[in-house]
């Protein structure tokens, strides 16, 4: 009777991971196609282009005829018209100079494009800086990290690219890079009162800024668990700026900081290391040009960054969770599946072998000895039909490893009879019926191996193979 039971649990164990094994290739296979049906190009975000005017980065500024400005540059080696904002380090960029007759035009930001033209006609500039784009003869000065980013646009410091480019007017060695923008902590009460607002309704706005309020669509696809945003205006004074950022994200842990120091946006909270750095560079990097000779609100700035923060993340650059990505436990799951559905196969056949070379015993029966005769009534009929059907099994579990049962009906069909032919056995159906559930699907996987084009995957030679 133990023997008995012993058997059943086993049969049982052995049809139990052969069902865990289908089950499994069935996630796998939909899961693939899931995958292929996934497009990391599809961000929400708005790519169209806008003409100039449209945004709001055209300002009020204008600038004197091309004649009264080259008067002006010829009476003095560096003119400001009314509105500009750029500034430099003057005893750094005199240093340049030396004795030699450089001479700097200096226009406000947000000039249409007749009035840059203007400035650009203005032949006895040597340099000219419109907003914060520096120019002189055939050359553009651009800045081409964070640090010359940040002096540029939170504080309007063109220092690094004006020496770059007077160096190289004057056939001198290019000045090594150095950041211009200090910083400091901020103090008791300033962190207070920014705290203060960012617990009220998410964003402090400071005197001078131009933000008046939080781009919402923007915002929730970028940060869909929400964000918190102070709005600074530039820093032109040259003292050292507060950096909020660090502060704020000892306050608030785990959540999303953005900080607008002028048109310079600085990303602070979970996962900084690893996004900040990559968002702030594609960005700027793509828009900076543009950024350095229009007068552009924050608002619109804002927008356009959180809208580069999604396409960051729809992406799919990261494999770890970032502030704005849950965890997908298909996607960590998936890779295991192939190694639990080949345990499954592995110990289904393993099984299988074990039950059809399993001596008889019993009380009085040593092992090796005869098996006795049973009652014709009573002794079962099955034949090769579990070997046949193990065999089969395995056959098509090779051939799913090969190929996709998408796209191979007869391989699909096939897998279908094994399934049937594998319940009937369970029910004790008729041996008639189990076999010709076998045959059917015998000639479905033939047909499969046929379009597979393996010889060694026909029924009857890997049968013969293995079964011999």
Sequence with gaps: MTGRLGQGRRELLRWAFLGIAVVVLVVFLLAQRQSTDVSYGRSPSSSA????????????????????????????????????????????????????????????????????????????????????????????????????????????????????LIAKLT?????????????????DRELAVVAADLRATGLHRAPGATLTKIPADNAKNAFPDGARFVALPPQRDGAPVPRYGPALTRLFPGTPIVVMYGLWIEYHGPGHDDFAELAGASFYGQFGNRLSRYDYPQGNVLAV?????????????????????????????????????????????????????????????????????????????RGRIPARLAGLTALAVEMSLLTDARSDPALARGIVRLQAASEALGAD????????????????????????????????????ERLS
């Design 49 to 164: 282009g806008v003409e100039e005017g449209s945004a709001g980065e055209l300002s009020d500024a204008s600038v004197p005829s091309v004649a009264e400005m080259t008067a002006l540059v010829a009476a003095d080696p560096v003119v400001r018209l009314p509105g500009s904002t750029a500034r430099w380090d003057e005893q750094r960029v005199r240093e340049f100079i030396g004795n030699r007759d450089v001479r700097i035009l200096v226009a406000p930001p947000g000039l249409d494009e007749d009035e840059r033209g203007r400035v650009r006609d203005v032949q006895n500039a040597t340099v000219r800086v419109i907003g914060t784009e520096v120019s002189g003869g055939f050359y553009q000065a651009l800045a081409d990290d964070l640090p010359s980013w940040r002096d540029q646009f939170a504080a309007g410091d063109v220092t690094v690219p004006l020496a770059a």
């Design 171 to 187: 056939d001198q060695p290019t000045p090594p890079d150095r950041a211009e923008l200090r910083w400091r902590e901020p103090t």
């Design 305 to 381: 960054y959180l809208d580069r923060v999604t396409d960051v993340r729809y992406a799919g650059l990261f494999e770890r969770p970032l502030p704005y990505r849950p965890i997908d436990p298909l996607r960590v799951a998936l890779p295991a599946l192939p190694w639990v559905f080949a345990v499954c196969v592995a110990a289904f056949l393993i099984l299988s072998i074990r039950s059809l070379r399993r001596p008889a015993t019993g009380p009085g029966i040593r092992p090796g000895s005869p098996r006795p005769r049973e009652p014709r009534r009573h002794r079962p009929r």
């Design 429 to 464: 159906l008729p041996d008639r019926h189990v076999r010709t559930l076998l045959t059917e699907a015998a000639d479905e996987l033939d047909d499969a191996a046929h379009k597979l084009g393996i010889p060694g995957y026909r029924p009857y030679l890997y049968l013969r």
